[in-house]
């Protein structure tokens, strides 16, 4: 059986490696399917579906095909590149919105997601051709949930510009389609088949996809497209359906504590262990560590805006003044330096996403400032340091490191969790105008911050000056739309989020252009370097390395040039 299995995965990664390029046409190999028709081979490409989530694929690897989109918050008003401005400048460019049709990061991203939908194309054409659709109909429902997941990316990414590759097309190597038509109708019917026949959460191997996983996504993308009513019936069997809850503690979302947990509907399984260099770790997140134990590479840095957003009043957020005042910071100062912390009042979970001077880093030291700090005070990088992929000290089972000392963590990254779901069906409740709805959710997120444990200092007390509180009513369906989209902020900053909410509700160009302004207040040269939000910055252009290989069948995004 061993020899068997091992002859499968020669056989399975021959297979792979010729057909993740999405526009090239070549041979896929001369396997006979029947051969992988059985338990073994259906499996064993569900499982590199599985795989690519994560970006690692024969075709693309590395931070800039992540599959946790840390560095789309690069290019929102969450986080900055962090490192030098030298380092990565492929990365530095997007950041400050020079971008160019052969940045190699869009390019990356784009074979990523392309080589993930193909993989499950290769199980659905598998299974579809050889007439057992009965006897691998969970394998099926996995594969088109995972088709839709990835298309779903694209088409957040490039909207109508992305092109559809069908099981199909996979079959008849015709990989170049053209473009122009967005994804959404597939998306659904991919999701909606997944729902319908994928089992019960419990009732399968743990990190699988299943159905409310795939109802939960098909809201999430029904809300994208402004079907409120629709996306908040399926957000609230989702929430009804009882296997779901919030975790007690906010930060056990990002530690072994909360790893497979009740808040957990569909995550990146990442593990440090498996092999040499722990290649089933993030190996997208590497760069983003700094800090104690002399981390490499002082990336994805908190902003100043996003901390500011933490500040309250009255244990509320400042909905619409939050950025008039900075909470302070230690930016332009040296460790040794004289620091007064800020004494205002915030929410708790601030010091659970960015890490500030002289508060204690997950549970490695108290942060000394600028000394954890990579990059330099003229570098458009900012003095706060990522928080939730960083993991904790003591909990070695989330620890890996890679081959130059890079750290692979095996900390989960969730696509959606359940404070997203109460989160995006309070969004919905507020354009269907039940306002009491929008705020029963949005309160539940806000009361299992009030009941977390805060981060404390030495003598035990609180850290910080900690004040939340929840909502008593939203007096008006703005307010209600103001408070459902800020907590949105506060409970899933720096997750990989906040710029495709900036884009789909419209607000990417002006939110760019005040972040800008404000951000000088602690980086003076930002705005300098920064070339201007336009509404062209709502998609990626489609990358030229991608047009030419599709011999003129795809198109430019016309406002990325033809």
Not at 288 to 316: E, H, I, K, R
Not at 439 to 446: G, I, T
């Amino acid at each position: 059986m061993k020899n068997r299995i091992f002859y499968i995965m020669l056989l399975l990664m021959s297979v792979l490696a010729c057909s993740e390029e999405f526009s090239e046409t070549i041979e896929i190999g001369t396997l006979n399917p029947s051969a992988l028709a059985n338990e073994d081979g259906v499996n064993f490409l569900l499982t590199a579906a599985y795989s690519a989530l994560d970006g690692v694929t024969n075709a693309s690897g590395g931070w800039e095909a992540t599959g946790d989109n840390w560095w789309m918050d690069v290019i929102s008003d969450e986080a900055h590149k962090g490192s030098n401005d030298g380092d990565q400048q492929t990365l530095f460019l997007l950041e400050v919105f020079d971008w160019q049709t052969g940045n190699s990061y869009i390019n990356s991203k784009w074979r990523a997601l392309y080589a993930g939908a193909n993989r499950a194309n290769a199980v659905i054409s598998l299974i579809i051709g050889e007439g057992v659709e009965v006897q691998f109909a969970s394998q099926l429902a996995e594969a088109r949930f995972l088709r839709a997941h990835f298309n779903f990316q694209l088409q957040i990414m490039w909207g109508q510009y992305a092109t559809y590759i069908s099981d199909e097309n996979y079959v008849n190597t015709d990989f170049a389609q053209p473009n122009g038509t967005p994804l959404w109708s597939n998306i659904d019917a991919d999701f909606l088949f997944a729902y319908q026949n994928l089992p019960d959460a419990g009732d399968t191997d743990f990190g699988r996809a299943t159905n409310t996983a795939a109802l939960a996504y098909w809201g999430k993308s029904k809300l994208y497209q402004g079907s409120y009513g629709e996306a908040l019936t399926a957000f609230q069997e989702v929430i009804n359906s009882g296997k779901y809850s919030l975790l007690p503690e906010f930060a056990d979302n990002f530690r072994s504590a909360g790893e497979g947990g009740s808040e957990n509907i569909f995550a990146i399984e990442f593990s440090p262990i498996g092999g040499a260099f722990a290649p089933n770790g993030n190996q997208g997140g590497t760069l983003n560590y700094q800090g104690p134990n002399g981390w490499c590479c002082g990336f994805y840095m908190p902003t100043q805006d996003a901390v500011n957003a933490f500040q309250t009043s009255g244990g509320l957020p400042l909905l619409d003044t939050y950025n008039q005042t900075d909470v302070a910071n230690d930016a332009g100062l040296n460790s040794s330096d004289p620091f007064t912390m800020h004494t205002g009042p915030l929410d708790p979970r601030v010091d659970y996403t960015a890490g500030r001077r002289g508060i204690l880093y997950n549970n490695w030291d108290i942060n000394p400032g600028k000394d954890w700090v990579r990059s330099g005070f003229s570098d458009i990088s900012g003095p706060y340091l990522g928080r939730k992929n960083v993991y904790w000290a003591g909990e070695d089972s989330q620890q890996g490191a890679g081959a130059w000392g890079e750290q692979r963590s095996g900390i989960n990254y969730h696509f959606i969790r359940y404070a997203d779901v109460l989160l995006m069906a309070a969004e919905a409740a507020v354009e269907t105008n039940d306002l009491a709805t929008a705020l029963d959710y949005v309160n539940q997120v806000r009361q299992r911050a009030i009941d977390s444990t805060p981060v404390k200092a030495a003598d035990g007390s609180d850290a910080a000056n900690y004040d939340i509180a929840l909502y008593p009513n939203f007096a008006s369906q703005d307010e209600a739309r103001k408070a459902v989209r800020f907590e949105r902020r506060l409970e899933l900053a720096m997750e990989g989020h906040r710029l495709f909410d900036l884009r789909r509700w419209d607000v990417l160009v002006p939110t760019m252009t005040k972040y800008v302004e404000s951000e000088a207040r602690t980086i003076p040269n930002f705005g300098p370097k920064f070339q201007g939000a336009a509404s062209k910055h709502n998609l990626f252009p489609v990358p030229v390395n991608a047009i030419d290989q599709s011999s003129g069948t795809l198109s430019q995004n016309p406002d990325w040039g033809s």
